[in-house]
């Protein structure tokens, strides 16, 4: 009786301990991720000086003076956010519609060399985009895309589309087979099947892609910076160099730049969260 009372002691002590050790973690893990938006939060309502005196203090007179000097003296920042804007709309439809297309096919037609072309686009997740840079540019300037939006979007949908198949493929595999022979038998094909059938409950998932598009087009610094070369044509990620001078920066300014253009990420996000598990979830599980 005294060793089974012991054990099941020793169990609870474990157990307990096994949580706080992951409450830790996760106290640990959350502090290291929300640590850099609190610092360019605060830092942000500081005048450039107090920066430097205390950088990770709270502000001991708030301003908004950068915040009403990028949005109400810069007219570069308002063609900046409608640059990043068009940009993300472009690598999100495109993607999008390549992606769909790309892993209709591979989940639900049989034809010789399928596993080798989805081994294909998964290796492109492995890719990185730095080993690209010097190939990449020689391409676009081939194609007269140096410069252009457009080749800032076809570059990034080139480096989208992987993760996406991944994802779309893995939720396509999934759908019940006979749902496919029903829409065979009305006489339906797989163009039939793919857009009357599989969209129309692919809602997740799509949206799923859409958000890690978005992210990833939003935040994307070294495509912009390759392939663009015209003030006018910058995106957010790079309108923020105009605050940095050869011997001084405004770092007021340059948080306040980084805050403001966080706002669209987060509202985007905001909106489609409840779709991101069940999407990146979806085809995980088999049965």
Same mark, same amino acid.
């Given at each position: 009786? $005294?060793?089974?009372?012991?054990? !099941?002691? #020793?169990?609870?002590?474990? !157990?307990?301990?096994?949580?706080?050790?992951?409450?830790?973690?996760?106290?640990?893990?959350?502090?290291?991720? +929300?640590?850099?938006?609190?610092?360019? =939060?605060?830092?942000?309502?500081?005048?450039?000086?107090? *920066?430097?005196? $205390?950088?990770?203090?709270?502000?001991?007179?708030? /301003?908004?003076? @950068?915040?009403?000097?990028?949005?109400?003296?810069?007219?570069?920042?308002?063609?900046?956010?409608?640059?990043?804007?068009?940009? @993300? #709309?472009? $690598?999100?439809?495109?993607? =999008?519609?390549?992606?769909?297309?790309?892993?209709?096919?591979?989940?639900?037609?049989?034809?010789?060399?399928?596993?080798?072309?989805?081994?294909?686009? *998964?290796?492109?997740?492995?890719?990185?985009?730095?080993?690209?840079?010097?190939?990449?540019?020689?391409?676009?300037?081939?194609?007269?895309?140096?410069?252009?939006?457009?080749?800032?979007?076809?570059?990034?949908?080139?480096?989208?589309?992987?993760?996406?198949?991944?994802?779309?493929?893995?939720?396509?595999?999934?759908?019940? =087979?006979?749902?496919?022979?029903?829409?065979?038998?009305?006489?339906?094909?797989?163009?039939?099947?793919?857009?009357?059938?599989?969209?129309?409950?692919?809602?997740?998932?799509? !949206?799923?892609?859409?958000?890690? /598009?978005? *992210?990833?087009?939003?935040?994307?610094?070294? =495509?912009?910076?390759?392939?663009?070369?015209?003030?006018? $044509?910058? /995106?957010?990620?790079?309108?923020?160099?105009?605050?940095?001078?050869?011997? /001084?920066?405004?770092?007021?300014?340059?948080?306040?730049?980084?805050?403001?253009?966080?706002?669209?990420?987060?509202?985007?996000?905001?909106? +489609?969260?409840?779709?991101?598990?069940?999407? #990146?979830? @979806?085809?995980?599980?088999?049965?």
């Amino acid at each position: 009786m $005294t060793f089974a009372h012991n054990s !099941s002691s #020793l169990y609870s002590l474990k !157990s307990a301990l096994s949580s706080y050790i992951r409450i830790l973690v996760v106290v640990l893990l959350s502090i290291i991720t +929300l640590f850099p938006i609190y610092a360019v =939060l605060v830092n942000s309502f500081k005048p450039n000086g107090e *920066i430097f005196a $205390t950088p990770f203090a709270l502000p001991a007179a708030p /301003t908004l003076a @950068a915040y009403v000097g990028i949005l109400t003296k810069n007219a570069d920042f308002w063609i900046f956010l409608t640059n990043s804007i068009l940009v @993300a #709309l472009g $690598t999100i439809g495109i993607n =999008l519609l390549v992606s769909f297309m790309a892993a209709l096919a591979l989940s639900r037609l049989q034809f010789k060399g399928r596993t080798i072309l989805y081994n294909y686009f *998964i290796m492109g997740m492995l890719f990185p985009l730095s080993v690209a840079i010097l190939p990449l540019y020689l391409q676009l300037r081939s194609l007269n895309l140096i410069g252009s939006l457009n080749g800032v979007v076809l570059s990034q949908v080139a480096f989208t589309i992987p993760m996406s198949v991944f994802i779309l493929t893995g939720f396509f595999k999934e759908v019940p =087979l006979e749902l496919q022979e029903a829409t065979q038998v009305d006489g339906g094909g797989i163009w039939t099947f793919g857009f009357k059938v599989l969209l129309p409950i692919s809602g997740p998932v799509l !949206s799923t892609v859409t958000i890690l /598009t978005f *992210i990833q087009s939003w935040n994307q610094f070294l =495509l912009p910076l390759l392939v663009l070369d015209n003030r006018k $044509t910058f /995106t957010i990620p790079l309108g923020v160099m105009q605050y940095q001078g050869q011997f /001084t920066s405004g770092w007021n300014f340059i948080m306040a730049f980084i805050t403001i253009s966080m706002i669209p990420m987060v509202l985007f996000y905001l909106f +489609l969260q409840k779709y991101i598990v069940s999407g #990146l979830t @979806a085809g995980a599980v088999k049965g």
